[in-house]
């Protein structure tokens, strides 16, 4: 059962500590920078969703992985997207952990596809009816993994997003629509307008700021799945109606720092 009432200190320690790390400083040691490289919004889509998609582990390493990732496609990604630069990937190179060129290939062969029939992802987040979605994430992984499936032969790979849609937190997802959603002009680049709201985000949940979550009182479930993204999701609502994934910061900072009460 979620939380319904937060006592008032607790709420100071998260406002603190959510304006303390979402500063300018905090981008240079996370993968959001990769985005930030880009002015396209098609550009800073995909890099949004590549990059997300191997953020977990050791920070340095996601984005010194990031960059390696970037270098496979030139440093141009849409570009490289539409002259199908992703036949030519060498097999089986890693990029990240369990996260390989032929990975990196499927995922880019379904993008082609998208970005074929459609302007923007946003415009065909939109035209999947993502903005009228109850859990638009969810949502709009379930089209991006059936545009994935149909161009790769029919085939799924849970590396590129999860398959488990009725059990995945969708943590690194839920992190890039942060990204391209949340428009407060300091981290995050809010390139999306009109597509989600930011009061329908979904906090970026993983073990670690489920840890802290609880830790704080602020999450009763021990499972770092959909229905804790959701419970969580929930409370922080309570306390920013029309912005509470921007309590990611603070519970991302409390957690690494091991700051509490």
């Not at 400083?25 to 990059?51: A, G, K, Y």
Request: hydrophobic share 45%.
């Amino acid at each position: 059962m979620a939380v319904q009432h937060i006592d008032p200190t607790l709420k100071e320690l998260l406002d603190f500590h959510a304006a303390r790390v979402n500063s300018p400083e905090f981008i240079q040691n996370d993968p959001v920078q990769f985005p930030r490289l880009f002015t396209s919004q098609r550009d800073i889509e995909i890099v949004s969703l590549l990059c997300s998609t191997i953020a977990w582990g050791n920070r340095k390493m996601i984005c010194a992985d990031c960059a390696k990732m970037l270098a496979l496609m030139d440093n141009a990604p849409y570009r490289y997207v539409m002259e199908r630069g992703f036949d030519d990937l060498p097999e089986h190179q890693n990029i990240h952990r369990t996260f390989f060129t032929d990975n990196l290939a499927h995922f880019l062969r379904g993008l082609y596809a998208i970005y074929s029939k459609y302007g923007t992802l946003a415009d065909f987040a939109l035209d999947c009816g993502v903005r009228e979605a109850e859990f638009p994430s969810w949502h709009l992984a379930e089209a991006v993994n059936r545009q994935l499936y149909m161009a790769n032969g029919e085939c799924s790979d849970s590396r590129c997003l999860p398959l488990n849609m009725g059990q995945t937190a969708l943590k690194r997802l839920n992190m890039a629509l942060r990204w391209l959603v949340r428009d407060d002009g300091i981290v995050d680049l809010g390139v999306w307008k009109g597509v989600i709201e930011p009061s329908r985000l979904f906090v970026p949940l993983d073990v670690h700021v489920g840890n802290t979550a609880r830790a704080l009182g602020l999450l009763q479930r021990k499972a770092a799945d959909r229905k804790s993204a959701v419970e969580l999701t929930g409370v922080l609502r309570t306390l920013r109606p029309h912005d509470p994934v921007w309590y990611d910061y603070a519970l991302f900072g409390i957690g690494i720092e091991g700051v509490l009460l």
